[in-house]
């Protein structure tokens, strides 16, 4: 799996949109790139993945560079409830599925 | 939390006593996983398994043993304890394809060790 860097921490403004980069210039032509998220004293949620292509759903938006050495997770109006941990983690899957977590982007969004 | 229960929430030990925490599952997922979580660090795997009667090593398994004697349950031994293994202690299961899924956790067990 490859080694991912984030910055260790971000600020936002309520209702502004967040860029929360990631870099996995290690990667792997087959590793997807996944992004969790943890809340205050909860443990960490699912936020989006993607293998190329860009990828959209109810919580946020997930750009891949070209070259699949970065990506962007995209909080489009961010909201209190936002302010969490971000994990960008990269897994090579098939049957030895496993997921390993850096220290994560600490994303506090200001009123 | 997706069906994972872990058991007990909180504990204080001290050390070189023994204790078991256990992750259980209501569905019929292959596989579990436990992390711990430090202060200002991120998670880190200690061991998972593929299936029932299967754990394999993770990130830092040293001083913990795990048993997956049913496909519903996982569990995490500290045989002897000591106070570098205070911590959060996470469950989680994996849900979906091989290569994408979606992990779900527990709500963590906060483990003191004097």
């Not at chain 1, 070259?67 to 983690?89: F, G, P, Q």
């Not at chain 2, 292959?30 to 398994?49: A, K, V």
């Not at chain 2, 398994?61 to 959060?88: C, H, I, M």
Request: proline content about 5%.
């Amino acid at each position: 799996d490859a080694k991912t860097t984030q910055p260790n921490s971000m600020e936002s403004n309520e209702e502004e949109p967040v860029h929360l980069p990631c870099n996995h210039s290690t990667i792997s032509g087959t590793d997807y790139i996944h992004w969790y998220r943890q809340l205050p004293s909860q443990g960490p949620e699912y936020v989006i993945h993607g293998l190329t292509s860009n990828v959209n759903n109810r919580m946020a938006s997930l750009a891949i560079a070209e070259d699949r050495k970065s990506s962007t997770l995209i909080l489009h109006r961010a909201t209190l409830r936002d302010a969490a941990v971000y994990y960008c983690t990269t897994n090579s899957g098939g049957s030895n599925y496993k997921l390993t977590f850096g220290k994560g982007t600490l994303l506090t969004v200001n009123p | 939390n997706a069906g994972v229960t872990q058991t007990p929430k909180f504990r204080v030990l001290k050390t070189g006593q023994s204790m078991t925490l256990l992750c259980a599952q209501d569905m019929n997922h292959e596989y579990m996983y436990w992390y711990r979580q430090d202060p200002g660090m991120g998670l880190r795997l200690i061991h998972y398994s593929v299936g029932e009667g299967t754990t394999a090593k993770g990130e830092v398994p040293d001083g913990y043993n795990v048993s997956r004697l049913k496909k519903q349950n996982f569990l995490l031994g500290l045989e002897s304890a000591a106070p570098s293994q205070t911590s959060v202690y996470f469950c989680a299961i994996h849900s979906g394809g091989p290569y994408t899924g979606e992990l779900f956790f527990g709500e963590g067990s906060r483990l003191t060790v004097l």
